[in-house]
């Protein structure tokens, strides 16, 4: 049974820093790619970033230069490394992975507000 369980999400004022963790348990993290999502209230489910099993990220543009996603297989986690946040950037967060099926963590809030 795969579980994805997120952390690290909180209150930040416009301009600051968090990072998100994703641990991952019930299978081969090392041969996943793994992505983080987020979602507004009302709004539609968002990408923003991924890394592949190799460890190549992406980001879509309006996240590049402010967000770096990373991996430690060793620890079976996946980390978004998010800076200067903006407040559009207030969602709960979720990290991602596909293996044979869609599997979602629980989410973690993140507000970004002054």
């Known amino acids: 049974q795969v579980q994805l369980v997120e952390s690290g999400g909180g209150l930040v004022q416009p301009g600051g820093s968090l990072r998100l963790s994703c641990a991952a348990s019930g299978t081969i993290f090392s041969t996943r790619d793994m992505n983080w999502y987020r979602q507004a209230p009302g709004k539609t489910l968002q990408w923003v970033a991924g890394?592949?099993?190799?460890?190549?990220?992406s980001y879509p543009d309006f996240v590049k230069g402010r967000f770096t996603i990373s991996r430690d297989n060793a620890k079976n986690t996946v980390y978004l490394q998010m800076n200067s946040l903006k407040p559009e950037d207030t969602a709960t967060y979720y990290c991602?992975?596909?293996?044979?099926?869609?599997?979602w963590g629980q989410g973690t809030q993140v507000t970004v507000s002054s």
């Open positions: 991602y992975m596909y293996l044979n099926a869609d599997y």
């Open positions: 890394i592949t099993s190799g460890g190549v990220p």
